[in-house]
């Protein structure tokens, strides 16, 4: 298969209430499968939030009981991997036809990671855990490591993920390129005006497509009890966007509110593009330069 419709979801989840969020995944991606979308990628974290602006009752020293329960009520609505909600969103995607990826909070025991889940019209195919939890994000969120850093070969093309400001981290992003990856997914939670440039530079690294998906949130998607430490309505802008393997942008950046943006992706562009730069051929100079990447499971980190 050459040519690749893929759609960017641009939404909110309804924060901290899983079983709703997971019905607004339901509906997006048939609505993005009607325009005739083959992938659907949603933002980072979207089952069941980003908890942007929430600081979880949390000073270096110090937490309050309040904050506990705000954790508490986090993990109640992420989602077990696997377990029951894989297997809807599997059934998402196999009514739809879809590949879908997919940001969610997985809870494993008491820890949550930031991960994000692969589907195809035949089931699930597995997941990455987000290596390196940014800044505050650390006080809920435990780390990733190698054994979750797949690169999918599907019908649609080599197909992968790498989360927010994972895609700053320069040996991750050769990893991917190393696997081969054709469509590069890049879930985020980042709508800064500096992130599109990022997206364009990966896209023309790499020589891959970048599908990057970010949610429009406002202060209303919040609980009443349980609200951001932000001012303003509109918390995040959104910004997703689809680039080309020569960096050029094909679809978005979004700022104006909750959207799908859709764009055909010709795969063929990616040998053209690798005629002049092929960062794991012969431009990667591995008589100079070598990467190791270590796949092996690792015990928990301990937050």
Known sequence: MSKVRA?????????????????????????????GAQLVVFPEAFVSGYPRGISFGTVVGSRTPEGREQFRRYWESSLDVPGPDVDTLAEVARANRIHLVLGVIERDGGTLYCSVLFFSPEGYLGKHRKLMPTAAERLVWGFGDGSTMPVYDTPLGKLGAVICWENYMPLLRMAMYSKGIQIYCAPTADCRETWLPTMRHIAAEGRCFVLSSNQFVTRADYPPDIQPELEGEILCTGGSCIVGPLGQVLAGPDHRGQTIICAELDLDDIPRAKFDFDVTGHYARPDVFQLRVNEEPQAPVVR
């Open 7 to 35: 759609a960017v979801v641009q939404a909110a989840p309804v924060m901290f209430d899983r079983e709703r969020t997971l019905g607004r995944v339901t509906d997006l991606a048939a609505d993005a499968a009607r325009g």
